[in-house]
Antibody, heavy 120, light 112 residues
Framework: EVQLVESGGGLVQPGGSLRLSCAAS????????MHWVRQVPGKGLVWVSR????????SYAASVKGRFTISRDNAKNTLYLEMNSLRAEDAALYYC?????????????WGQGTMVTVSS | DIVMTQSPDSLAVSLGERATINCKSS????????????LAWYQQKPGQPPKLLIY???MRESGVPDRFSGSGSGTDFTLTISSLQAEDVAVYYC?????????FGGGTKVEI
């Protein structure tokens, strides 16, 4: 079964750090571009970051650039998002998603998400 | 950044009737070298992650019912549900992938 399972969310104080993980199964992870997308409950979707198949190229939304780092371990079929200097506005449900085959900047497989709460 | 604007914010459609959702981009998402529109549509049901319905503006993802269709080019796009079913109640989002940052429309809630 094709699956993405996020973990690592939780409550963190402003200025704190968190590392999200996304375990992939059921497809060839090492051939896939991967993304993080976030959503405040009841609000819209916001793209956060992406990484290419071998982890050598990344890009970020301006709002997280310099604070968040996307990475992957293809041997472990796992995607990561290291989040530093967290702000209240970073609070959201964070989804990992696979880039579509042949259209890598779309999202054809999604996890269920992991919730990040930033509050003192 | 390319701004995506959807209309309407919500619509109520009777079962079996047509639903039409519009999406406008602040600049063209048509890539001239391959004549492809870098525009996708997603469906998000309550408590679930989004699901890819359409890419390249009009190509249905595998397994998506053929009552869903996408059209348009350049800056103006439409998602049509030809005969609304109860399971189609959801929020629908358009997304451009012409350039980063990738951006989504604000969503259209479809109700019965």
């Amino acid at each position: 079964e094709v699956q993405l399972v996020e973990s690592g969310g939780g409550l963190v104080q402003p200025g704190g750090s968190l590392r999200l993980s996304c375990a992939a199964s059921g497809f060839t992870f090492s051939n896939s571009w991967m993304h993080w997308v976030r959503q405040v409950p009841g609000k819209g979707l916001v793209w956060v970051s992406r990484v290419d198949a071998n982890g050598s190229a990344t890009s970020y939304a301006a709002s997280v650039k310099g604070r968040f780092t996307i990475s992957r371990d293809n041997a472990k079929n796992t995607l990561y998002l290291e989040m530093n200097s967290l702000r209240a506005e970073d609070a959201a449900l964070y989804y990992c998603a696979r880039g579509g085959d042949g259209h890598r900047y779309t999202f054809d497989i999604w996890g269920q998400g992991t919730m990040v709460t930033v509050s003192s | 950044d390319i701004v995506m604007t959807q209309s309407p914010d919500s619509l109520a459609v009777s079962l079996g009737e047509r639903a039409t959702i519009n999406c406008k981009s602040s600049q063209s998402v048509l890539y001239s070298s391959n004549s492809k529109n870098f525009l996708a549509w997603y469906q998000q049901k309550p408590g679930q992650p989004p699901k890819l319905l359409i890419y390249w503006a009009s190509m249905r993802e595998s397994g998506v019912p053929d009552r869903f269709s996408g059209s348009g080019s350049g800056t103006d796009f439409t998602l049509t549900i030809s005969s609304l079913q109860a399971e189609d109640v959801a929020v629908y989002y358009c997304q451009q992938y012409y350039s980063t940052p990738l951006t989504f429309g604000g969503g259209t809630k479809v109700e019965i």
